[in-house]
């Protein structure tokens, strides 16, 4: 076998491959063998039929097992004397493929690029930092309260904070668009759900009468028939209700299973439940920024194969969360196209941390596994269950596994970065993407 490599751009490779007849023939020849064992044919006992009447009746099916084999060890054989790495399966081309004559054929796939890791003990990054305060906690009670009102009708103008019950119809060039209108449309002014221009209509209106607005639906929005447009709507408010806030009493606290302590227990049920979702976000959003930094400081070229099978892999995952099973026909049903950046960014991180780990010698620490299930079990009536479960699920062992492997890296990436710190007001951390 001969095998000459052409290197093409970027991470393109082409291997030329040449089989002598000699072996092609000899493969075909066992080929032949193992079909007559198992051929069934009328008239002749179950592996007693003639070579002859096997060469002729099977001599398609033969060759084309025989050029998939030659192939793959082939290929294999060529990719291992070369000492490359394919990012991906080959595409092959057949060049000459005959009984009798050498077997030609080119491969070409992309390779892995190569990585060397920069230095990056100049790059600073910046971690941001925020403490709980009982204004925090106020708020979120107060939230707490606006959630279980009452709600009571009132005769006076809207204002923000009110629940309206309205009907609309909208016009697009004097005529009614689909979907513009409803009857017995129940909002509250101020949450954001409609448009701004939508709201801001409705402030000052009152009870029993019919107003007319204009409302511009902006350039991004989700129908191609109204983006960008200027419509007209007719509104009649059928009813303007205020909220009535629950007092701050046992029954109120009695709400969220607080069975003693009142609203002081209350209070700091909402404060372990705020400093931990607060510490899990500046831990998210602190990784992130890491990798970013990571990525930023080590440009390296992304086999677009590796970038497909990632995209697959994410537009899989979100069929799953719409309950359904991924399948060839309704794959499509999630444009690729919202995953590029998500999966080449993801792509990049793998062969960086491939090597980081590596470089470094790091491995898994069980422990930390341990401690990141024990906290998740916590939340659980009976946390040993969960760890019973966790640890039967293969699946969710990997994916943790991914999860604390990535704090180890961020540790070590943290030795080497010089870190400053931003202390921000709890509700800005939070509102961070």
Known sequence: ???????????????KIEIPSEQVDKRFNAEVK????????PGFRPGHVPEKI????????????????????????????QNIRPAARPQIKPIKVEPGHNLQYEATF???????LQDISSVTVEKQTASLTPKDIDNVLEKLRK??????????????GDQLKIDFTGYLDGQPFKGGEAKNFTMVLGEGRLLPDFEKGLLDAKAGKTIKIDVNFPEDYGSEQLAGKKAQ????????????????????????NIKEGGIDALKVEIEKNLQKGLTEKIKNLFKKQVFDKFVEHNPIDVPAGLIQEEVFQLQANALKRMGKEPTKENI??????LFQ?????????????????????????????????????????????????????????????????????????????KVTEKQLGFDEIMAIE
């Open 110 to 116: 992309e390779v892995m690029p190569e990585v060397k």
């Open 1 to 15: 076998m001969s095998a000459i490599l052409e290197t093409r751009a970027g991470l393109e490779r082409c291997l």
């Open 233 to 256: 709507f007719e509104i009649t408010v059928h009813e303007i209700q205020e909220p009535k806030l629950p007092e701050l009493t046992d029954d109120f606290a009695k709400k969220f």
């Open 147 to 160: 959630q279980h009102c009452d709600w009571a009708v009132v005769e006076r103008t809207a204002k923000d």
């Open 332 to 337: 499509s049903m999630i444009p690729a196209d």
């Open 341 to 417: 950046e998500q999966a080449k960014r993801q792509v990049i991180l793998g062969l960086l941390f491939e090597e980081f780990v590596k470089l470094h010698d790091l491995k898994l620490d069980p422990e930390k596994l341990r401690q990141r299930v024990e906290e998740m079990a916590s939340a659980y009536e009976d946390p040993t269950e969960y760890i019973q479960w966790f640890y039967q699920d293969k699946n969710q062992v990997n994916y943790f596994s991914s999860v604390v492997m990535e704090e180890i890296i961020v540790d070590k990436l943290m030795e080497q970065m």
């Open 34 to 41: 193992n079909y007559m064992k198992e051929a069934k044919l």
């Open 54 to 81: 096997v060469r002729q009746k099977y001599h398609d099916a033969i060759w084309k097992d025989v050029f998939s084999d030659l192939i793959q060890s082939s290929f294999s054989e060529a990719v291992k004397e």
